[in-house]
């Protein structure tokens, strides 16, 4: 099993930057597909940014241009740099790995970080 933490939450003013950290516990070279997602109260939650194997990326609309997504496989680390930040994103964040050519679906998440970003 799996486990991924995250770090790196907090609350900054809008037009900040956060970074955010996921370490997984297991190494995850040849893992297919991992991924940010939020959730804010109310609402769905939604994909933020994925990254496959072949290295390919894509982000939600709302944060292209903005946030940028890498990982580390010797230090099994997901990161998401979020620059620019605005009161919309504020959310839950979470992790993920998983599977699928499309990376559609997945098999493990972490516990959340929060971000909170204020006017």
């Known amino acids: 099993q799996v486990q991924l933490v995250e770090s790196g939450g907090g609350s900054v003013q809008s037009g900040g930057s956060l970074s955010l950290s996921c370490v997984a516990s297991?190494?995850?070279?040849?893992?297919?597909?991992m991924g940010w997602f939020r959730q804010a109260p109310g609402k769905e939650r939604e994909e933020v940014a994925i990254?496959?194997?072949?290295?390919?990326?894509r982000y939600a609309h709302s944060v292209a241009g903005r946030f940028t997504i890498s990982q580390d496989i010797a230090e099994n680390t997901l990161s998401l740099q979020m620059n620019s930040l605005k009161p919309e994103d504020t959310a839950m964040y979470y992790c993920?790995?998983?599977?699928?050519?499309?990376?559609?679906?997945?098999?493990?998440w972490g516990q959340g970080t929060q971000v909170t970003v204020s006017s």
């Open positions: 993920a790995l998983g599977h699928g050519s499309l990376c559609h679906s997945w098999s493990y």
């Open positions: 990254r496959d194997s072949r290295r390919l990326v």
């Open positions: 297991e190494y995850t070279h040849g893992v297919e597909c």
